[in-house]
């Protein structure tokens, strides 16, 4: 999806903001700190393994800044799964799963469920935080949050240009063609669809990149 991203968002040798959420180990948020060399990368990931090897990865780059949090529509603490995935242990040494989540069904999958709490943000609290008052690009790839992250008075949709998020399908979300339903309702008041992976209505997972009016 960051590959789209870049081609609908287009070059820019600006000072963007670029709040990657679900940053896992870094590889899209690296990507962005290349394609947009004056850019301040925010890197924002929950599991504790994926965010050591995401601090390891990008240590060397002052641009990405990595934030140890969860983002879903609440402040505070929320109880977070991790699990545990060989083949993405094999791939990517030190972590424990793509698949981790707030929510229990991607652990079904996997040997040693865990939970454990975990600092979360809204993305207006996020913003206020470390004082990001405008985002240029907005990822999220946040294994089901993402449905929670969308409200009709979320301040950050006012000053966000692009926003490409994954909306997880059946097997992590019950409900999820009316949750993405809820997220195209809130998001076209303010932003255009310039890009989907597929159908609303698909079973799996969707990629879409909205874009401001």
């Given at each position: 999806m960051e590959h789209k991203v870049r081609e609908i968002?287009?070059?820019?040798?600006?000072?963007?903001?670029?709040?990657?959420?679900?940053?896992?180990?870094?590889?899209?948020?690296?990507?962005?700190?290349?394609?947009?060399?004056?850019?301040?990368?925010?890197?924002?990931?929950?599991?504790?393994?994926?965010?050591?090897?995401?601090?390891k990865r990008t240590r060397d780059d002052k641009r990405i800044r990595t934030i140890h949090a969860a983002v879903c529509g609440r402040d505070g603490v929320v109880s977070f799964c991790t699990v545990s995935d060989p083949k993405c242990q094999k791939t990517h040494k030190g972590t424990s799963s793509r698949s981790n989540s707030i929510y229990k069904s991607p652990a079904k999958r996997f040997e040693g469920m865990r939970r454990v709490d975990i600092k979360s943000y809204t993305v207006d609290s996020l913003c206020a935080e470390f004082g990001i008052n405008h985002i240029n690009i907005l990822k999220i790839n946040s294994e089901g949050a993402e449905y929670s992250t969308f409200r009709k008075n979320s301040k950050f949709l006012?000053?966000?240009?692009?926003?490409?998020?994954?909306?997880?399908?059946?097997?992590?979300?019950?409900?999820?063609?009316?949750?993405?339903?809820?997220?195209?309702?809130?998001?076209?008041?303010?932003?255009?669809?310039?890009?989907?992976?597929?159908p609303i209505k698909s079973r799996g997972h969707i990629d879409q990149i909205w874009v401001r009016k």
């Open positions: 968002f287009g070059p820019s040798s600006e000072s963007l903001v670029v709040i990657d959420i679900g940053a896992f180990v870094g590889s899209v948020s690296q990507a962005f700190a290349d394609w947009y060399q004056n850019a301040t990368v925010y890197a924002v990931e929950a599991c504790p393994k994926n965010f050591n090897v995401l601090c006012r000053f966000t240009d692009l926003i490409a998020v994954q909306m997880h399908g059946r097997k992590l979300v019950k409900n999820y063609f009316q949750l993405r339903k809820d997220i195209r309702d809130v998001l076209k008041r303010r932003f255009n669809l310039a890009w989907t992976s597929g």
